[in-house]
């Protein structure tokens, strides 16, 4: 049987990872709806002669594109950057580190 401590641990990495998937999914919703309702109202709004095919067309949909690049990055690439495994690996390592310097004096 597992300990308790062990798989409350457990649940509440599963539920973090869970909240992470659904913010990333709500981020996304927001970009497709904001970018699409902002294309569209600059392409009503066109003077004429002004082309749709402008940098100032796509500026917003590009550099939220980044943020939104990176927001998955977070959430779907552990492993790229700082993740959170290495943070409990670190944070693991000072502790040993600590409790081995207090050890030293006993």
Known sequence: MEDPFEEH????KARKRVEDIK??????????????FLLIMHAINLDPGEKFWSWGSFITPLSWGIGL???WLTVYSRSIFFSRDWEERKIQEYMDREKNQSNKWE
Not at 9 to 12: Q, S
Not at 24 to 36: G, P, S, T, W
């Open 9 to 12: 641990k457990r649940l509440e």
């Open 69 to 71: 690049l990176a927001h």
């Open 23 to 36: 913010g990333f999914y709500k981020h996304l919703a927001a970009y497709v709806l904001v970018n699409a």
